[in-house]
Structures are given as C-alpha cells and as structure tokens.
C-alpha cells in the first residue's frame, strides 16, 4: 500500500465515524466496530481476520479499562453520596477566605474531579459558586470558572477517571507515569484558565445568579455538621492515587537494580497496582458512607446507579481497542508510522490535533480521546518512546479532547442553564476556558518533553 492509500484509508475511517455519530446519530460503540470492519477491509484484511482483530482488541482492552472504570465509579459515588465533595469545597473556602475564594473553588474542583465526573461535581458544588455570587455582588463567572476549569483539567487528565484511564491502556502506559504527567501539567493549565481567565472574563461579562436557583444559594451553609471532614476526603482522594504512584516507583527500582526483588516490594507493587489501589480506596469510602448514615442497601443501589454512565464508557473504550487492533493486524499502523517517522511533526502534536479535531466534529470528549488513542497507538513503536514520554502523549490526548466545547457537546448546555447564559456567553466563558486548557495543555506537555528525551 501506498502512503497516500494508508492516510486515505484513516482519513475514510475517521469521517465514517464522525457520520455514523453525527448524521444517523448511531452510538460511539456502533460507530467505532463498523469504522474498525470498513477500515480491516478497505486494508485487505481477511474477514475472519477482521473478527478475529474485533474479539482480541476488545477483550485486550477491557480487561483493564473495565476494572478501573467500573471501581472508579462506585468511589465517585459514594464520596459523591457522603457529601465528601461539599466539605472539601467549604472547608478550602473557608481557609482561603472570600477574597481567594475563586482559588479555593479551582482547587476544589481540581480534587473533586479526579473521582467523580464533571457534571456531577459541578452540580454539586454550583450552591457554592451562587452563594458566593449572591454575597459579593460579581458576575457568577468570577467563581464558576475557577470550578470548572479545576474538574475539566483533572476530569480528562488525571486516572482514575475514565479518560486518561482508557487511553493509557491503549497506548499500554503505566497509570503511574500519567497520574504524575497529569499533574505537573494539570496544575498551571488549570490556574491560567480559572482563576486568572475566570477574573479577566467576568469583568466583561456580568453574569447575576439565575432566578430559578437562587433558593440555593440562600440554603447554602445549611447541615454541614453531617458532613465528613477535610481531612477524611483529602485523604480518601489521594489513596488511590499515592498507592499507584508508590507502585510504579517501586517497581521502576526494581526494574533498574535499584531495588531488590522481595517478598515485600512484590507486595507493596501489588498493592500499588490500580486494581488494588482502588479496591482498598472503594471499601474506605463505603466505609465513610455507613458510617454517616447510608443504609447497606443504599449503598448498593448507589453502586449498581454509578455503573450506568461507566458501562457506556467501558463499551466505547473496547471499540477504541478494536480499531487498534485493526490497524495494528492489517499493518497500517506499521506503514503510516514508517511515513510519518520521516515527517517533521512531532507525536505529541499529532496526537493533539487528532483528538482536537474528533472533538469539534462530534462534541464528546472521550470519544475524541478513544480515536485518537487508537490511531496513534500502532505509531508508537516507531518512535521508540520510554514510559513517560507515553504518558505525555496521553496528556496531548485529552488537551486535545477538551478544545472549544460548543452546541454539540453536552457540557456546554448544562454549564449554560446552570449559569443562565445564552449560547452566545456560554461561548464567550466555558467554550473559551476549554480551548485554553487545550492550548496550554499541548505547550506544558512539549515543555515537559524536553526534560524526558
């Protein structure tokens, strides 16, 4: 096959997706198995071959994703539940004092939105934004940015949340690696599109507390002696993560020689694992649930509820696989990689534009960060990356999905009502927030690559 047949063959498969979603408004799991079939044989693929590549990509795939989505979901839900994310929010605003409020908020946000989701988070802990809003007389967008930039960034950036996780398994990189890549540059990217583009935009456009919720802002403050306390839910967040950080240095130690292969650093990699991590994190947080008053049967049902959105994104993740997979047996990967190694354009931004350009097409950000995970995968071996600079491409991904959020995106239309925007300001506010935090996430992930060659 020609270079230009290969990059034909891609280009087919990506708009026969954005079609199948767009126009005939089928399911990302529908579009993305057929995308991968049309693709496996547009390359010549056997058909038994094609079925074949579908069975070992899904379940290659999910074996991982499904464990951490799955688990990931019912801790979300039960810090959600325990009111975790609320006492988290107040007890930093309360530190921080009303004049850093729109910092505490970026910080909330920025921990809320490693376990639970955007939406959820953001409804959450809207109460706040009003009640800050309705005391200070500024434009709601004074605090609501800040929020939301703080769950967008860790939302898309920092595992365990579905995102990062998924592509990290495509792209086979250690959780580890990118929890800390999220990090690092998750951290200025959020300050720069919350609180210092939060200030700069709600000078210029005023926004009052919607009527229709101003009852919440006057409850604001109510029962918040039920509430676990700051430093339980710091310390619930940051379980998982620091087991699975403690887990991959140990084991890059032992890899190195650094150190020795034991009983107990077998034990504590094991316990690092994210299967594990979160397993333990899980059972602590139904913990704090019993012990604030949720029945077991509550519990349960609140489990069984979070599954629901995770399934959903279980399903589209294995699709992903699948059209890795295809692109890896028919040897497209291997050739469009052969072409571009020769190219000039560097794999992070590559892999940047592609998740961008998914993004503005078909408004969801996870599937934007599926594609362009399943695309850049077979590349990767060309490059002949090291575990971190894996990672980095991971982070370019999810920059990448997050860029201009407009009509087709669901996040815009809640931020809107919530914030009783029009379409207009909601594109002046949240839809420039997020082509920020695209923007700068792509410049600090190149910056970082420069210190991991």
Known sequence: MSPLYIILIVVTGVTLLLLMVLKFRLSAFVALLITSIIVGIMAGMPLDKISQS??????????FVATVVGLGAIFGQMLESSGGARSLANYLLKKFGQKNASWALMISGFIVGIPIFLDVGFIILIPIVY?????????????????????AVTHTMVPPTPGPTAVSEILDVELGWVVIMGLLVGIPTAAIAGPLFGRFIANRLYIPVPEIFQDMAKDEGKDQKSLPSFGVIAALVMTPLLLILMGTFINLGVDKGVLENTILTRVLIFIGHPFTALIIATLLSILLCLKHGLSRQTILDLSTKALGPAGIIILVTGAGGVLKQILVDSGIGKMLAESLADSSIPIIVLAWVLAALVRITQGSATVAMITAAGIISPLLSTFNLNQPNVALVVIAIAAGATILSHVNDSGFWIVSKYLGMNEKQTLRSWTVMETIIAVCGLAFTLILSLFFR
């Open 131 to 151: 009640a800050l809003t309705r005391d200070t007389k500024r434009s709601v967008l004074y605090y609501a940015i800040p929020l939301l930039a703080g769950l």
């Open 54 to 63: 579908i069975q070992d990509g899904m379940g290659s795939t999910l074996g």
